[in-house]
């Protein structure tokens, strides 16, 4: 029974330090190897990131640009369309001014011969009614 106790304890025992260094090293061998590629796929991505990065700036930047470029244009033709229609309004107030004009000067036509007709009226009463 105390052998198989003595190949239990065996079996049980912590590894010699020998063979923790060992261990130790292959493990930090393979953490060093994978921190490594970590270290260059990080770079990578990184780089790659940095890169779509710089594609969102200059796309941002575009359309910036794009809105100023636009407004200002809008507001070019804002500013035409608002000179034209003041134009036509007064074109049209004009002519319709002369319209008025030309009836005011009309109407005193009108009243002038309608006065010299009521007077050649008058005077042709008179003279049938004197005859």
């Known amino acids: 029974m105390e052998a198989e106790g003595i190949e239990i304890s065996k079996k049980r025992m912590k590894p010699s330090v020998k063979e923790m260094d060992e261990s130790e090293g292959a493990i930090a061998k393979v953490a060093e190897e994978e921190a490594e590629t970590n270290t260059m796929a ?7 990131i940095a890169q779509i990065l710089e594609k969102i700036n200059r796309f941002t930047q575009l359309v910036s640009e794009m809105l100023e470029s636009g407004k200002s244009m809008l507001k070019e033709v804002s500013n035409e369309f608002e000179e034209r229609v003041i ?27 309608d006065a010299l007709l009521q007077n050649a009226r008058y005077l042709l009463q008179n003279v049938h009614g004197d005859s």
């Open 42 to 48: 990080s770079e990578q991505v990184e780089l790659e």
């Open 87 to 113: 134009l036509i309004h007064q074109e049209q107030m004009e002519k319709w001014q002369e319209e008025i004009k030309e009836l005011r000067l009309l109407d005193a036509s009108n009243e002038e011969a």
